[in-house]
């Protein structure tokens, strides 16, 4: 009887490389799955009004009540939106979200106070915390870029405005010139509408109807300011 010879060899087993460490695996698509988020609520909040904010829950869990009323730009007294680049980003209408300039001049002075643009405070505003941080500024910054390519300067503008802390509790243009003035936003005067944007950088500190005497001298610059920079502000100008 004739014997079939067996080959020595074994067949090879076929094996998967695994994967050392899947959890990077996990927190990659966790990553990119936060940052498609952001993107398209972003492209969203282009033409739908955001309904919340992250410092507005931070508000919340600390027990506040949080007044707020979405105004549309054109029903702010233009003061304000003026008063508001001469105090805090004196080239809104020309840069794309982050003034180097201003960045270079404040870590001159050792930091990074006075750099934060408006697409920068509103990105904070939006997604992002209270106080002051280099992490925050690092996240500030690529926000900021997204929302000014993607977003009109009017509509920066007219969502800063509306969700900008101006107290505890105190969110919005309307919510502000109601507490504090006890009318609209459309019946500022340019006065009124100053001391609001002053009150911004410490909203928790500064009380525009009750000014400290630091407020009133900040006020005075950024009056002595406002007929130069209405030359150069007109992105937020109602459009013929």
Known sequence: MA???VSGERPRKRTRRRVKHPWLRHAALIALGV????????????????????????EKLKGYTFRRHWVPLDDISPSLPLAAIASEDGRFCVHWGVDWGAVRE?????????????PMQTAKNLYLWNGRSYTRKALEMP???????????RRMMEVYLNVAQWGPGIFGAEAASRYYFHKSAAELTRREAI???????????????????????IA?????????????????????
């Open 143 to 153: 926000l900021a870029y997204v929302m000014s390519f993607i977003w009109p300067k």
């Open 35 to 58: 940052l498609a988020a952001l993107f398209l609520s972003i492209v969203a909040f282009r033409f739908i009004n955001p309904p919340f904010t992250t410092v507005m829950i931070a």
């Open 195 to 217: 001391m609001l944007a002053v009150a911004l950088p410490s909203p928790r500190l500064r009380n525009p109807a009750k000014p400290s005497a630091r407020m009133l001298r």
């Open 220 to 240: 005075g610059a950024v009056e002595r300011r406002l007929p130069i920079l209405a030359q150069r502000s007109n992105c937020v100008l109602p459009q013929p």
């Open 3 to 5: 014997i079939q010879a």
């Open 106 to 118: 404040a870590l001159d002075d050792g930091g990074f106070r006075g750099a934060s643009t408006i």
